[in-house]
């Protein structure tokens, strides 16, 4: 259920509060199952995490997600997504941008995976 899902992706921030300084959310919910969740993660170091998912609880796989990770200076550090615009990648449709220029192969990341990253990177 997609109530029970919000809830979940939210306590599990909280557990991120020692990088995390602070979030906006939204969410909107569109069937018991389906509905969307976007927002704002700012993190202690001053950089932030824009995110979306798309989310069915019936399926295993999100419809379409975005974290696009920025540093203090709103520069792109990552942005993992699965707009289908990379059909030659063995992932396809999940992709990561590493650069402007450079798309790595990737599969699909949850919140956890992308905080965990975030969190190496705060780390150094």
């Known amino acids: 259920m997609i109530s029970k899902y919000f809830i979940n992706l939210e306590d ?3 557990g ?7 979030y906006l959310i939204n969410k909107q919910k ?4 389906k509905g969307t ?4 993660i700012f ?8 995110f979306l998912e798309v989310v069915n609880t019936n399926i295993q796989t999100k419809g379409k997600y975005r974290y696009h990770y920025m540093n203090k200076a709103n520069e792109m ?4 997504d699965n707009a289908k615009h990379y059909p030659g990648l063995k992932t396809f449709p999940h992709h990561k941008h590493v650069s ?3 798309v790595l192969e990737n599969e699909e990341p949850y ?3 992308i905080l965990i990253e975030i969190e190496k990177l705060i780390s150094r």
């Open 111 to 113: 919140m956890r995976d």
């Open 12 to 14: 599990f921030l909280e």
């Open 77 to 80: 550090v990552f942005r993992c």
């Open 30 to 33: 569109f069937t018991r199952e």
């Open 16 to 22: 991120y509060r020692h990088i995390i300084e602070d």
């Open 100 to 102: 402007n220029e450079t």
């Open 43 to 50: 993190f202690i170091d001053g950089s932030r995490l824009d």
């Open 37 to 40: 969740i976007d927002g704002e």
